[in-house]
Nanobody, 123 residues
């Protein structure tokens, strides 16, 4: 059974940093497309970042602030978020799809989702 467990969310102030973690079991992160999406109250779930082999993808609105990375030995994916803004407040989901899935920013490319970790940024 494949499981993705997110951690690292919390309440921070604008300008702070957070690192989210996604620990995978039952699936090797280095062999799959791994990504983060987020969903704010009343809004659609949106793409944040993805990693596949040595390639990374970050949503345009988050480039320069968010970075996705992977630790193969720990089978874990990370999302480093810097210079956080109140509009980054959302439930952040880790997700996984098959390595050839495209497009990476499309929810339909992913078949496994974690339960999410809440990030709240106060002004």
């Amino acid at each position: 059974q494949v499981q993705l467990v997110e951690s690292g969310g919390g309440l921070v102030q604008a300008g702070d940093s957070l690192r989210l973690s996604c620990a995978a079991s039952g699936r090797t992160v280095s062999n799959h497309l791994m990504a983060w999406f987020r969903q704010a109250p009343g809004k659609e779930r949106e793409f944040v970042a993805a990693i596949r082999w040595s390639d990374t993808y970050v949503a345009d609105s988050m480039k320069g602030r968010f970075t996705i990375s992977r630790d193969n030995a720990k089978n874990t994916v990370y999302l480093q978020m810097n210079s956080l803004k109140p509009e980054d407040t959302a439930l952040y989901y880790c997700t996984s799809g098959y390595h050839i899935a495209n497009p990476v920013a499309n929810r339909a490319s992913y078949d496994i989702w974690g339960q999410g970790t809440q990030v709240t940024v106060s002004s």
